[in-house]
């Protein structure tokens, strides 16, 4: 499995609209999606690919000179459980500690909204080192508390 970093805002916007309107569960607002797909033209993306089609992306922001935030990632739903998240966060990861990076933050939905979805998007994060800091509620709105969840990184 290849993880490449991707360079052109167009091929940003597409890869993330194609792959987040196939994640309803995750990613059913609309509008929300357009909000990612026009932010993510800006901020530093990886992929992996399979020919000319993404299998799964990941982009971040920088917050801090030694933070920055695990904005956005989809993998294809027929491709979960199959090392593509652990690998583009692995790949993030590298570049971010590299780069000066000591915490990653990572927003989601907070466990005081049940969702099967979201429980097995945070065993993924806690699974691969983060920890829960603070559930914000009526952060993104009144129906969708926001977890904040950090890792310590090793800078190098």
């Not at 167009?10 to 196939?22: G, M, N, S, Y």
């Not at 466990?111 to 979201?118: F, H, I, L, Q, T």
């Not at 800091?133 to 904040?148: A, K």
């Amino acid at each position: 499995m290849t993880v490449e970093e991707i360079a052109g805002a167009e091929e940003k916007q597409r890869i993330c609209a194609a792959i987040l309107r196939e994640l309803p569960q995750w990613f059913g607002i609309e509008e929300a999606i357009e909000r990612y797909v026009r932010s993510s033209a800006a901020l530093p993306m990886l992929a992996v690919r399979n020919g000319d089609d993404a299998e799964g992306f990941l982009a971040w922001k920088r917050h801090a000179p030694h933070a920055a935030e695990l904005y956005l990632m989809g993998v294809r739903p027929e491709l979960h459980g199959r090392g593509i998240g652990t690998a583009l966060l692995e790949a993030a990861e590298d570049r971010l500690e590299a780069d000066g990076v000591e915490y990653l933050q990572v927003k989601t939905l907070g466990p005081s909204r049940p969702s099967r979805g979201y429980e097995q998007t945070r065993r993924f994060y806690e699974v691969r080192g983060f920890r829960a800091l603070e559930e914000l509620p009526g952060y993104w709105d009144e129906d969708s508390p926001c977890l904040v969840m950090v890792k310590k990184l090793e800078c190098r």
